[in-house]
């Protein structure tokens, strides 16, 4: 794979100012590993804002159990794509961003869950 090529959507806005400084502040030290890091969960709430406009927290309505169901269901998802397939995770373009919705989905799910759980909210809110 290239980084930091045009092509390369989780790479490209990562090695800027902001986002050094962003990772100071937060008290990470802004190491190229760091700054890939922090592109992923960057992806990862572009995708969660997107989708939250259309459906207001909908997430918070199944509580840490039904985050765990998803987890699930989003994992065995991942499996099924990338575990016993001829398919490499590193593809460029849009067939890669196709194949790794599902991850981007699992990570926000196990945000959902933390914050569930902090709030005590283990089978969800009306």
């Known amino acids: 794979m290239i980084h930091g ?3 390369d959507f989780l790479y490209k806005r990562t090695d800027t100012p902001e986002a050094q400084e962003f990772l100071k502040s937060i008290g990470v030290e802004p190491t190229p590993s760091a700054l890939r890091q922090l592109s992923v969960f960057a992806r990862c709430l572009q995708i969660f804002n997107s989708r939250n406009q259309r459906y207001n927290d909908l997430w918070s309505s199944r509580g840490y159990k039904g985050s765990l169901f998803q987890m699930d269901h989003k994992m065995a ?9 001829e398919q490499a995770p590193t593809q460029i373009g849009d067939e890669f961003e196709e194949n790794t919705d599902d991850v981007f989905d699992l990570i926000n ?3 959902f869950f933390l914050r569930n759980a902090q709030d005590q909210n283990a089978s969800g809110r009306k």
Not at 77 to 85: M, N
């Open 109 to 111: 799910y196990c945000a």
């Open 5 to 7: 090529t045009e092509t």
């Open 77 to 85: 998802r991942v499996w099924e794509i990338f575990w016993d397939s």
